[in-house]
T-cell receptor
Framework: GENVEQHPSTLSVQEGDSAVIKCTYSDSASNYFPWYKQELGKGPQLIIDIRSNVGEKKDQRIAVTLNKTAKHFSLHITETQPEDSAVYFCAASKTSYDKVIFGPGTSLSVIP | NAGVTQTPKFQVLKTGQSMTLQCAQDMNHEYMSWYRQDPGMGLRLIHYSVGAGITDQGEVPNGYNVSRSTTEDFPLRLLSAAPSQTSVYFC????????????FGPGTRLTVT
């Protein structure tokens, strides 16, 4: 089955700097890659996703890149702010009627 | 819309006791799933359902049962609780399985002593 790895497990950056989180997946048939943000005491929420027919997607300060050949994808957060501090999860699935498998998560701390 | 609701928020069980974690959604979503979250382990899929009457095992199904008799509800049953099942449990739903946003409930913190 699918296996998703994620690095680093913890990340500290100064406010205003960029943060990058990287994930790899094992199943070459996976073609949907969402990223979720979990704030303390809450359930995860989708922040951005990418499908396999696209190499990069941006939404304001957040971008995701996908390399299908290497089976890895990354989350980039620019101009980080204290409210970006949270746990971030990557995930992978196939498009139809398939379960979603999550990576182990990255705890991001943005230092004011 | 209430979204995804979970009850209870907190629960303490003794080893060997049974209980059911409740999950309900009011968005008419076909796909529902249960995850457990442990420190350093991320979100691990326990069971999932692609529609009423259909369930399947995830990554860590042992010790848990599910059923899906209606579109709205997806309860998770612990038949004989063990300390290894101490965790935070999240229920999630999405319009369909696969490439759709999942909406998570607020979680249930379970402690087994």
């Amino acid at each position: 089955g699918e296996n998703v790895e994620q690095h680093p497990s913890t990340l500290s950056v100064q406010e205003g700097d960029s943060a990058v989180i990287k994930c790899t997946y094992s199943d070459s048939a996976s073609n949907y890659f969402p990223w979720y943000k979990q704030e303390l005491g809450k359930g995860p929420q989708l922040i951005i996703d990418i499908r396999s027919n696209v190499g990069e997607k941006k939404d304001q300060r957040i971008a995701v890149t996908l390399n299908k050949t290497a089976k890895h994808f990354s989350l980039h957060i620019t101009e980080t702010q204290p409210e970006d501090s949270a746990v971030y999860f990557c995930a992978a699935s196939k498009t139809s009627y398939d379960k979603v498998i999550f990576g182990p998560g990255t705890s991001l701390s943005v230092i004011p | 819309n209430a979204g995804v609701t979970q009850t209870p928020k907190f629960q303490v069980l003794k080893t060997g006791q049974s209980m059911t974690l409740q999950c309900a959604q009011d968005m008419n979503h076909e796909y529902m799933s249960w995850y457990r979250q442990d420190p350093g382990m991320g979100l691990r899929l326990i069971h999932y359902s692609v529609g009423a009457g259909i369930t399947d095992q995830g990554e860590v199904p042992n010790g848990y049962n599910v059923s899906r008799s209606t579109t709205e509800d997806f309860p998770l049953r612990l038949l004989s609780a063990a300390p290894s099942q101490t965790s935070v449990y999240f229920c999630a739903s999405s319009r369909l399985a696969g490439a759709y946003e999942q909406y998570f409930g607020p979680g249930t913190r379970l402690t087994v002593t």
